[in-house]
């Protein structure tokens, strides 16, 4: 089936490290997905890596991928108050939809303490 | 380039109406999907267009649907209106099928 699933709250304090984790049951998903979602707005493409790339660095974000273990996660370096949002996994789903449907996690809260 | 606009932002109905929602995609962008996200389901594919064709469907009703013009931009209708329809829909676009989901800001429905 189809199914992502994150933790739900995370706290750090500002200038520390978060790391967001994800695990994903399909296989073969052609790309997974970091958004981003504040209060009131739509959401926001973090980074996305392919399914054949263990890790992506983009800034203050590192994605690391474990196929073997269907696992995904993300790093920010120097955390910062502006980061305080809600953080979505998401996988692209069957190949036959061809990317058009997001299978979605839950969501984690990231909350940065000053 | 503007990104993915999509309107109205809030939107109040009662139980029984119908409502129609419009998603302006990024120019260029063809493929237009739409997503349900409530507190208690999280985030669910509604449907896909793609060229006027609806190309995925998620798991909702007959009630809610949705069409694609051929200048890609989207609208999706439900009709006959229940409590649990109040939600944030989301619409997303993107410009191909190795490129990322880019959203809109969402439409907040609420059903009195």
């Known amino acids: 089936g189809e199914d992502v699933e994150q933790s739900l709250f995370l706290s750090v304090r500002e200038g520390d490290s978060s790391v967001i984790n994800c695990t994903y049951t399909?296989?073969?998903?052609?790309?997974l997905y970091w958004y981003k979602q504040e209060p009131g707005a739509g959401l926001q493409l973090l980074t996305y890596i392919f399914s054949n790339m263990d890790m992506k660095q983009d800034q203050r974000l590192t994605v690391l991928l474990n196929k073997k273990d269907k696992h995904l996660s993300l790093r920010i370096a120097d955390t910062q108050t502006g980061d305080s949002a809600i953080y979505f996994c998401a996988e692209s789903g069957k190949i036959y939809n061809q990317g058009g449907k997001l299978i979605f996690g839950q969501g984690t809260e990231l909350s940065v303490k000053p | 380039k503007a990104g993915v606009t999509q309107t109205p932002r809030y939107l109040i109905k009662t139980r029984g109406q119908q409502v129609t929602l419009s998603c302006s995609p990024i120019?260029?962008?063809?493929?237009v999907s739409w997503y349900q996200q409530t507190p208690g389901q999280g985030l669910q594919f509604l449907f896909e267009?793609?060229?006027?064709?609806?190309?995925n469907k998620g798991n909702f009703p007959g009630r809610f649907s949705g069409r694609q013009f051929s200048n890609s931009r989207s609208e999706m209708n439900v009709s006959t209106l229940e409590l649990g329809d109040s939600a944030l829909y989301l619409c997303?676009?993107?410009?191909?099928?190795?490129?990322?989901?880019?959203f809109g800001d969402g439409t907040r429905l609420s059903i009195l």
């Open positions: 120019s260029g962008h063809r493929s």
């Open positions: 267009y793609f060229s006027e064709t609806q190309r």
């Open positions: 997303a676009s993107r410009g191909g099928s190795d490129q990322p989901q880019h």
């Open positions: 399909d296989s073969s998903s052609t790309y």
